[in-house]
């Protein structure tokens, strides 16, 4: 679900943006993970609860995914960037004072989603997951993955994440979520020079 640069000719070929996600159904390409979730939400019919024909609930789903993207998707992923990828492709630890920056803004956005959003419901938009939930939680798994338990005293937040999970099914969830979860494991790799050289500015500028 987070995007990212990407340097391979295939993804530019499908995405002229040259970013991930990207996806190709016959001749069709779409990039952007929200507008791919709806084109396959409405191609495949998927089960109502995922997008409502009901249009004040899928205006609800419409608010949030207009809200994360300047909010949660706006902190969250940087988490990421700032503990293990930029470190990985530089070669230096930022300074303790960005992730605590990043943090911060992470926790007000947190606080305005349970308030705005959560609030006592079980699922962002009621009593069913929508595609709202899987949006969000796909970000908030990335501090996660990198030591930063956003859920660890956030009650109401921590239950909304095991309902999630419920739903979803434990084994897809972190099956889904087995890549941001052993991100660290990055830390070992030997990166080719030259990619670290090409990708070392693109990434110190997604944090300006």
Request: aromatic residues 8%.
């Amino acid at each position: 679900m987070s995007q990212g640069p990407s340097n391979s000719q295939g993804t530019g070929k499908v995405n002229l943006l040259k970013k991930v996600p990207a996806l190709k159904d016959g001749d069709f390409t779409l990039a952007e993970c929200t507008a791919i979730l709806l084109y396959l939400s409405r191609k495949y019919n998927t089960p109502d609860h995922w997008y409502p024909s009901d249009i004040q609930k899928r205006a609800q789903v419409d608010e949030y995914l207009s809200w994360h993207h300047a909010n949660i998707r706006a902190n969250a992923p940087k988490t990421m960037w700032i503990k293990v990828l930029i470190p990985l492709f530089t070669g230096q630890p930022l300074p303790s004072e960005k992730l605590q920056e990043v943090m911060e803004g992470l926790s007000t956005s947190l606080k305005q989603f349970e308030e705005r959003f959560l609030q006592d419901k079980a699922f962002i938009i009621g009593s069913e997951i929508s595609l709202a939930d899987l949006v969000a939680i796909v970000e908030l798994m990335q501090p996660v993955g990198v030591g930063c338990d956003i859920f660890e005293d956030r009650p109401r937040l921590m239950e909304w994440r095991r309902r999630v999970e419920d739903a979803v099914g434990k084994e897809l969830f972190f099956q889904a979520h087995e890549m941001i979860l052993n991100i660290k494991e990055l830390s070992n790799i030997q990166i080719d020079p030259q990619l670290k050289e090409q990708l070392a500015p693109v990434l110190m500028k997604m944090l300006k």
